[in-house]
């Protein structure tokens, strides 16, 4: 099995940061794309960014310019820098992997999730 711990967020105010992390443990083969999804109440879970092993990235035309999405593949941990937050950023934040266990088993796995609430 494969754990997804998240941590880094917190109450801003807008136009501040934040930094999420994201890490990746357990019996990890490989990770193939990395994500963040949010869900603010009331609505459904979105997908924020992702990154693939290789390196390239997707965001949703909402965080771009905003948010950066890394990782850093020898600590399986990946990261959101989230600058000129809004207050419609406000959500729920959840890290998710495509991973192959070391039995050579694909699965999907979801972190906890850490909220984001921006708000003066």
């Known amino acids: 099995q494969v754990q997804l711990v998240e941590s880094g967020g917190g109450l801003v105010q807008p136009g501040g940061s934040l930094r999420l992390s994201c890490a990746a443990s357990g019996s990890i083969f490989s990770i193939n794309a990395m994500s963040w999804y949010r869900q603010a109440p009331g609505k459904e879970r979105e997908l924020v960014a992702s990154?693939?092993?290789?390196?390239?990235?997707y965001y949703t035309d909402s965080v771009k310019g905003r948010f950066t999405i890394s990782r850093d593949n020898a600590k399986n941990t990946m990261y959101l820098q989230m600058n000129s937050l809004k207050p419609e950023d406000t959500a729920v934040y959840y890290c998710?992997?495509?991973?192959?266990?070391?039995?050579?088993?694909?699965?999907?796995?979801w972190g906890q999730g850490t909220q984001v609430t921006v708000s003066s």
């Open positions: 990154i693939r092993s290789g390196g390239s990235t």
């Open positions: 998710h992997a495509e991973a192959i266990t070391t039995a050579r088993v694909w699965n999907n796995y």
